[in-house]
């Protein structure tokens, strides 16, 4: 298939960012919100198919030496067909010299292992929801 990948937020349906988040089980949030935090972002990957939004990702970065990656999804009737790796991809090679940081969607740890990325034993979080996550397994 010959997938559109789009590296800036002109023209993005960003309702679909919302909703392909939610799909995925990822949070979300009303779009306006998703665009303040895309348009803040270092860099940004979205895939199209005809049009319609199927996979995403974005990087926080100084581009110095620190990345975090935020807001990696692929729609699950696409899941399987490489795009992840092509987001994770095109996003790394924009932050060469910086070491990443990221947290998974629950289950999907392996994945990212298998990219290269480690689980770390030193990683703190402080969520707004604390105990949401919690009961998601993300934090104890």
Not at 15 to 27: E, I, N, P, R, Y
Not at 84 to 112: F, Q, W
Request: net charge negative; proline share 3%; glycine share 10%.
């Amino acid at each position: 298939m010959d997938y559109e990948i789009k590296r800036n937020c002109d023209n993005v349906d960003w309702q679909a960012v919302s909703d392909l988040l939610k799909t995925v089980g990822m949070a979300h949030y009303p779009p306006d919100i998703h665009q303040k935090a895309f348009e803040a972002s270092y860099s940004v990957v979205f895939i199209l198919d005809s049009g319609k939004l199927v996979g995403m990702g974005r990087a926080i970065s100084d581009g110095a030496y620190q990345a975090a990656f935020y807001d990696f999804a692929v729609s699950p009737d696409y899941q399987g067909a490489g795009l992840g790796r092509i987001i994770l991809s095109t996003i790394l090679a924009d932050v060469p010299n910086c070491h990443v940081i990221l947290y998974a969607a629950i289950g999907k740890e392996g994945y990212y292992e298998t990219q290269g990325f480690r689980k770390m034993k030193t990683g703190m979080a402080r969520f707004l929801n604390a105990e949401a996550m919690a009961k998601k397994g993300f934090t104890e």
